[in-house]
Every structure is written in C-alpha cells, then in structure tokens.
C-alpha cells in the first residue's frame, strides 16, 4: 500500500489556514474538525507552514495567552516534511517515527492533495495485517 491509497480512502481535500489566520480561529478550526494539525496555505494550493496542536501548546507557554489573539505565523512551522502519493507505507512509518511527526501534507509537484495522520498509517498498516494473517489461516487451512 502507499499513501495514495490512503489519500483515496480519506478523500483528497485539506482543511487549510492562512499565515494570518489568528491561533484563536485556528485552534477552534482544529477543534471542530476533529483533527491535530492544519496546513498553512496562502493559495489553498501550495504548502506554506503547517500547525499542529503541540505547536499551539508550546507558543501559549512562550507568549502566554495573548498568543491567541496574534497570527498563526508566529508559531507554525515553515520547513515542512511533506509526503508524495507513490510513497509506501513503510516509508511513511520510517519517515513519521525518525522525525517524530504525526501529520505529513501529501504534495504532488508542489501543489497540496492531501493529508496522513499516524492514525491513518497505523489503520493501514493494521488492514495489511490482518490480509496477511486471513491469508496464512488459509493457506494453513488448505494445507
């Protein structure tokens, strides 16, 4: 399996911020989604930053509370580790747990496509798994 396949059950569309958004509005984003990370896009289209809840927790311990009233830009990060849709899950886990991150944005080109959580990887790779361990319980069973 690779990330396209994950993108394909999830659907391709991004909840995306801008740099100028407030952390107010972006953390109530978060939370109505249901969702630990947003991608920073100006365009809707191109990868700028992205945010996730940790980063929001750790700027509130820096500048205190009135963070929240200040732009997402301040604390979002701008160098981000991305993902492409041939990816392979394996690559995906490696590359997640290296650099302890739990969101990638799937860019293909430069343009945004969509988005992996670990939750995602974890299920996926739970899925094969399972196909797996059907497949040797049938191949045992048939003997």
């Known amino acids: 399996m690779n990330v396209k396949t994950i993108i394909g059950t999830n659907g391709r569309s991004v909840i995306t911020a801008l ?3 407030k952390v107010n509005d972006v953390a109530a984003t978060l939370q109505a989604n249901k969702i630990g990370a947003i991608v920073i896009s100006n365009d809707g289209v191109h990868v700028d930053g992205i945010v996730s809840e940790r980063d929001i927790v750790h700027g509130l311990v820096e500048h205190g509370a009135s963070l929240l009233d200040r732009e997402i830009s ?7 580790v991305t993902c492409a849709p041939e990816e392979g899950i394996d690559d995906l886990m490696a590359k997640m747990s290296g650099r302890r991150i739990r969101h990638l944005p799937c860019v293909e080109g430069d ?3 969509g988005m992996v959580s670990i939750g995602d990887v974890v299920k996926c790779r739970l ?13 045992i069973a048939t003997g």
């Open 111 to 113: 343009r945004l496509c």
């Open 127 to 139: 899925v094969e798994i399972e196909a797996e361990a059907e497949a040797m319980r049938a191949y």
């Open 74 to 80: 301040l604390v979002m990060t701008r160098d981000v």
């Open 19 to 21: 740099e100028s958004d």
